[in-house]
């Protein structure tokens, strides 16, 4: 039912369901959710004030029984909410049901609406004709179309251009387009073509693909944003059209990006850097033009010079074909020391999944339906409910003298961009988090191994937090007794939520039992649970950041320079 009109607190506990969109196919789903929410009062938050270790305990034991943790990832893994993809009808259900249960607990929303989301627009566009390139030196102006001249996306940008050759850096072999040149908030002009007596594959490097590491071309665009600059045109050779039964020209390949075939976040739509890809006729015209001398010898390979610094403006026109939102969910809780509670505390996960896809397996039966739903009920469900029980059991006890921040984040799975909305539209200034615990995947065992039934991944502390990680390690000797690893196999650090904050200069710890043969398959189903771990991991989650609250000093950042691990230098 509708929120709207409500009086009672308990009307808040059920989602409302568009009867259009509806991922419910259940008169029995609904009837679980009336059961687990119930219609009682909320819990209330209790003042400032110690809590003595029995009032603690029993908070912990009310909150964190394994039998609890169950009947809400029961709903939220449910096969009714189709795997929470970023946006889904699925994901909306989700989110109401960690607003509804954030209110009775009686957290505070942070938003000035009194709301607990943080909405983040989506959307799929496509690049208009109208989009021009101006290329203006200094006794001549060129105005160039889009498909007629070039192709590429990006946003409008107006910027000095600079000459880098190919655009190539290859250390090995003491050969760097790039050197000497500050290229910085400019747009660079790369011709196309690797220099004379060089092949492609010397300029291959190593690049995550997946979960591995694999040598693979040199991507000239990502080059250049790692220089700094602000954009890229490339001068195309004829082959930018050629094509073979293998394989679609590259020109073809542009042409088809210029249309979204998803939806995609739109504030990361709109940092799009401008990425061009010139016609091999303009662009004899623009080196004609710039007073770029080839080297007739070698294939169109330029003298790293060129006679001037001209000025580029690139204008971009988009229509949009598609518009919906997601949101990020959270809850507050006011710290109780006057000096201390505008610090913040911010225990994490993301509520989201990958939806529906086709399993890579086939049932046996044609009459058995082939499960597409990927439930997520350890990545993230483990997680999501994790935060919300740690929400209700610091509701159940004093508030700390520290503030805590419950956020559950959306798009992680697309590539952590809920996180990274929140760092850059924070409701808090970023400088006071003091902390961030992000847990993600907390409910298995590490490569569903037996021995590892007390192993946990703790992870980030090392690379930011030498003093956080001692806080976790203290905390553990006194409730948890798990196996500490601070090993990172997998790159987990980069890998989720806490990254973002990392990069900020916040301290971060990441909690996972680590990944199984079931992630992101159908398979991760909450059968697979272990709910007395799951609750083991939060008991030690809880212990630590009410400690953090709670001490006189916060745990500095310290920024591991062997790690490459961002923040302030």
Known sequence: MSTQGC????????????????????????????????????????????????????????????????????????????????????????????????????????????????????????????????????????????????????????????????????????????????????????????????????????????????????????????????????????????????????????????????????????ERPVQLSIFPKTSALIRKMLGIQMDSESDESGVRTIQEHPVVEVTFRHRILERQSARNVIGFLEGSDPDLKDEVVVLSAHYDHIGRRRSRKKNKSEDTPVDDINNGADDDGSGTVGILQLAEAFSRISRPRRSILFLWTCGEELGLLGSEYFVKHPFIPLEKIVAVLNLDMIGRNYQDKEENHSHLFLIGTKETSPELGAIIESANQRVGRLQLDRNDPAHFFRRSDHYHFAKQGIPVAFFTTGTHKDYHRPSDEIEYIRFEKLARVLKLVFHAGLDIANRDKAPRFVRNKNKNTAGPS
């Open 7 to 270: 009086q009672n607190r308990s009307c808040y506990l059920v989602p409302e369901i568009d009867r259009d969109k509806r991922p419910y196919r259940s008169l029995r789903f609904i009837q679980i959710l009336l059961v687990v929410l119930g219609l009682s009062a909320g819990i209330g938050i209790r003042d400032s004030g110690a809590d003595d270790p029995e009032s603690v305990h029993q908070a912990l034991s009310s909150s964190l029984m394994p039998s609890k943790l169950k009947l809400h990832l029961r709903i939220l893994a449910s096969d009714e909410l189709e795997g929470r993809a970023t946006p889904s009808p699925g994901l909306n259900v989700a989110a109401r049901y960690l607003a509804s249960h954030l209110q009775y607990y009686g957290l505070q929303p942070l938003d000035i609406d009194k709301s607990y989301f943080q909405d983040i627009q989506l959307v799929r566009r496509k690049v208009a004709k109208a989009s021009r390139l101006r290329v203006k030196s200094r006794n001549r102006e060129e105005v160039f179309r889009l498909g007629e001249d070039f192709v590429g996306k990006g946003n409008d940008e107006t910027a000095e251009l600079i000459f880098v050759g190919h655009g190539l850096s290859l250390l090995q072999k003491e050969y760097d387009d790039y050197k000497g040149r500050e290229v910085k908030d400019k747009i660079v002009l790369i011709q196309d073509g690797y220099p004379q007596g060089l092949r492609p594959e010397d300029f291959y490097v190593e690049r995550q693909v997946g979960r591995q590491f694999q040598r693979v071309p040199q991507n000239r665009y990502r080059t250049a944003m790692e220089k700094g600059a602000s954009g890229v045109i490339i001068l195309r050779n004829q082959d930018f059209f050629e094509s073979d039964e293998d394989k679609t020209s590259l020109y073809e390949q542009e042409k088809a990006s210029l249309e979204d075939k998803r939806l995609k976040f739109e504030f990361r739509q709109n």
